[in-house]
C-alpha cells in the first residue's frame, strides 16, 4: 500500500508535518522538503509528532522491482534475494541483475509508544521520492506519560517542534541575549516541555538555551 500510495502521490496535497491530534489506524502523506535539507547538511531526518516518547529504532533499507512489492536487498552493489540455505538466511544475487532504472530504494523506520508498545508507528521512505508516508497503527492510548520537568504537573510528554527549535537557534546565533521563551510558544506544554527545557547535552545555543531532543 505505501509503495503505490508514494507511486501515485501528489506533492502538492502533501502535509508539511503531522498534524496534531488523536491518530488511530491512519496514515499521513507528509513533505520530505525539510528532511533533504537536513540530509544535506549532514543532520539526522525528523518525524516530529504530538504523540508522546518514541522508543529509539534504526532504518531499515530494502529494494523492490518496478512496481513488484517483493522485498529484495542490496549487497556489494548487487540486487539479492534472502534465502534459507542450510538453515541461515543469505543474501543471494540475482541472475542475472535487474537493469538500474527498475530498481527503487526503500527506506522504513519502526517506532513504539514508549507508554503503549503496542502502538506504532511506520515511516517509508521512497528515495528520490519528494514525499514520505507516516503510518500510526493500532488505537492511540488515552492515558498520560509524564515525563522530565513535566512530572511535578501531570502533563503530556510532547517534544518540540522542530522549525520552533530553529528559531531559537537562530536568535541564538545573533544575539547573546536570552529570547523571551514565551514569544516560541514555550508557555504551552503541547509545544514544549515547560517554561523550564530539560537540559539537554545533544543541544545547547550560545545563549544557553537547552532543549530535549
Same mark, same amino acid.
Given at each position: 500500500?505505501?509503495?503505490?500510495?508514494?507511486?501515485?502521490?501528489?506533492?502538492?496535497?502533501?502535509?508539511?508535518?503531522?498534524?496534531?491530534?488523536?491518530?488511530?489506524?491512519?496514515?499521513?502523506?507528509?513533505?520530505?522538503?525539510?528532511?533533504?535539507?537536513? !540530509?544535506?547538511?549532514?543532520?539526522?531526518?525528523?518525524?516530529?509528532?504530538?504523540?508522546?516518547?518514541?522508543?529509539?529504532?534504526?532504518?531499515?533499507?530494502?529494494?523492490?522491482?518496478?512496481?513488484?512489492?517483493?522485498?529484495?536487498?542490496?549487497?556489494?552493489?548487487?540486487?539479492?534475494?534472502?534465502?534459507?540455505?542450510?538453515?541461515?538466511?543469505?543474501?543471494?544475487?540475482?541472475?542475472?541483475?535487474?537493469?538500474?532504472?527498475?530498481?527503487?530504494?526503500?527506506?522504513?523506520?519502526?517506532?513504539?509508544?514508549?507508554?503503549?508498545?503496542?502502538?506504532?508507528?511506520?515511516?517509508?521512505? !521512497?528515495?528520490?521520492?519528494?514525499?514520505?508516508?507516516?503510518?500510526?497503527?493500532?488505537?492511540?492510548?488515552?492515558?498520560?506519560?509524564?515525563?522530565?520537568?513535566?512530572?511535578?504537573?501531570?502533563?503530556?510528554?510532547?517534544?518540540?517542534?522542530?522549525?520552533?527549535?530553529?528559531?531559537?537557534?537562530?536568535?541564538?546565533?545573533?544575539?547573546?541575549?536570552?529570547?523571551?521563551?514565551?514569544?516560541?510558544?514555550?508557555?504551552?506544554?503541547?509545544?514544549?516541555?515547560?517554561?523550564?527545557?530539560?537540559?539537554?547535552?545533544?543541544?545547547?545555543?550560545?545563549?544557553?538555551?537547552?532543549?530535549?531532543?
Amino acid at each position: 500500500m505505501c509503495l503505490e500510495t508514494l507511486t501515485a502521490a501528489d506533492a502538492s496535497i502533501a502535509v508539511q508535518s503531522v498534524p496534531n491530534g488523536i491518530k488511530s489506524n491512519m496514515y499521513f502523506v507528509v513533505s520530505n522538503t525539510e528532511n533533504e535539507k537536513r !540530509l544535506a547538511n549532514r543532520e539526522k531526518r525528523i518525524f516530529y509528532d504530538d504523540c508522546g516518547a518514541w522508543s529509539n529504532t534504526r532504518g531499515y533499507n530494502m529494494v523492490v522491482l518496478g512496481d513488484d512489492t517483493k522485498e529484495l536487498h542490496e549487497k556489494n552493489g548487487l540486487v539479492c534475494a534472502r534465502k534459507r540455505i542450510n538453515g541461515k538466511d543469505q543474501l543471494i544475487a540475482l541472475e542475472p541483475q535487474p537493469h538500474p532504472s527498475t530498481v527503487r530504494r526503500i527506506t522504513h523506520y519502526y517506532y513504539k509508544l514508549k507508554r503503549s508498545p503496542d502502538y506504532t508507528k511506520r515511516i517509508t521512505i !521512497l528515495h528520490g521520492c519528494s514525499v514520505y508516508v507516516c503510518e500510526y497503527l493500532g488505537i492511540f492510548p488515552t492515558d498520560v506519560s509524564s515525563h522530565g520537568n513535566c512530572a511535578s504537573d501531570g502533563t503530556e510528554y510532547v517534544r518540540v517542534r522542530p522549525e520552533v527549535t530553529a528559531s531559537v537557534k537562530e536568535h541564538c546565533t545573533q544575539t547573546k541575549a536570552k529570547p523571551d521563551l514565551f514569544d516560541y510558544g514555550f508557555g504551552c506544554h503541547r509545544c514544549l516541555l515547560s517554561t523550564k527545557p530539560e537540559t539537554s547535552a545533544k543541544y545547547q545555543c550560545s545563549c544557553n538555551i537547552k532543549f530535549n531532543q
